[in-house]
């Protein structure tokens, strides 16, 4: 399994960005992906999630409103719209994959740092998204 991430940039407060996983290798029926970034001197949080079995979205407090994840099921694809992007969403941000993922993956993914533990299986590289003007 491998995910890769990209899209991320430069972009004024108030702007957007897309991030997009892609993902390749076996996959099950049930599996998650979850956004996650981690600003600099800052812990690992996780800013949404979708499942794959179900279609159910998950997202933090800060990214509800303003970040949408979606899936392009043929390209085996997530994305990240984030929409009026604040400086203190600049951050690396990762995708990651859970399979059979539990309820755990799902609290960990849309920001509950009490699960910071929890393991997701597979992790891509990062890519970086810089909010300044």
């Known amino acids: 399994v491998q995910l890769q991430a990209s899209g991320g940039g430069l972009v004024q407060p108030g702007g957007s960005l897309r991030l997009s996983c892609a993902a390749s290798?076996?996959?099950?029926?049930?599996?998650?992906i979850g956004w996650f970034r981690q600003a600099p001197g800052k812990e690992r949080e996780g800013v949404s999630c979708?499942?794959?079995?179900?279609?159910?979205?998950y997202y933090s407090d800060s990214a509800k409103g303003r970040f949408a994840i979606s899936r392009n099921k043929a390209e085996n694809t997530v994305y990240l719209q984030m929409d009026n992007l604040k400086p203190e969403d600049t951050a690396v941000y990762y995708c990651?994959?859970?399979?059979?993922?539990?309820?755990?993956?799902?609290?960990?993914?849309?920001?509950?740092?009490?699960?910071?533990?929890?393991?997701?299986?597979?992790w891509g590289k990062g890519t970086l998204v810089t909010v300044s003007s």
């Open positions: 979708i499942s794959v079995k179900d279609g159910r979205e």
């Open positions: 990651a994959a859970d399979f059979f993922p539990r309820q755990q993956a799902y609290a960990y993914c849309s920001g509950d740092q009490r699960e910071k533990e929890y393991g997701m299986d597979y």
């Open positions: 290798g076996r996959f099950p029926h049930d599996y998650a």
